[in-house]
Structure formats: C-alpha cells, structure tokens
Nanobody, 124 residues
C-alpha cells in the first residue's frame, strides 16, 4: 500500500524559512516523478514544484521560483521542499504527490498518489 506522509508544516513568520518532508512507503521515490502542490483556503489546489525521477529535472511555479527548492533523498525514500522568504499569501495546506511516469510535471491530473497534506501558516 502506497503512503505519502508530509511533515514539517507549522507557523512561520513572513520572510522566514521552512522545510517540508514527504516520506514515502510502498513506492520508491527514485522511480517516480514527485511534486508539491498547495491549497489555500477558498482556492483551488495549485502546483508548487516537481522533479523528475532522477531528481535532475525540476520545475517550479513562477510564484516560488528562486525561493523554493525541491529535493529528494533516495536512501531515505523522502522528498523535501525547502521554502525560503515565505509570504503570508503562501498560507496553505501543502501536499506531496507521486507520479508513475517519472516525469514530475506540474499537472495535478498526472499524479497517482497523494499525501494527506501539512498546514503551513505564514504570519505577517
């Protein structure tokens, strides 16, 4: 059974940093495309960052490019999202997702497995 478990969310001040983790079981992250999405209150879920199965190809939304970094530790079967210079409007539930094809693109419909999400609250 595949499980993706996010952790690391919490309360952070605007301009601060936070690192989210996504621990996978039942699949090997080195063979999957992995992505991070977020959903703010009253809004649709949106793409944040993704990487192809090798981790060598990464994609970011324009909103987070240059501030967020997606990475993976294959030995720990875990994917990370390093968030720097966070903004209050980035308050949301952040979700980790896995995609069998290995491409790690920004299209929500391409992903096969989802975590339960972790809340990130950015105070002003």
């Amino acid at each position: 059974q595949v499980q993706l478990v996010e952790s690391g969310g919490g309360l952070v001040r605007a301009g601060g940093s936070l690192t989210l983790s996504c621990a996978a079981s039942g699949l090997t992250v080195s063979t999957y495309g992995m992505g991070w999405f977020r959903q703010a209150p009253g809004k649709e879920r949106e793409f944040v960052a993704a990487s192809g199965y090798s981790g060598g190809t990464t994609y970011y939304s324009d909103d987070v490019k240059g501030r967020f970094t997606i990475s993976r530790d294959n030995a720990k079967n875990t994917v990370y999202l390093q968030m720097n210079s966070v903004k209050p409007e980035e308050t949301a539930v952040y979700y980790c997702a896995a995609e069998r094809g290995g491409y790690g693109l920004g299209y929500e419909d391409e992903y096969d497995y989802w975590g339960q999400g972790t809340q990130v609250t950015v105070s002003s």
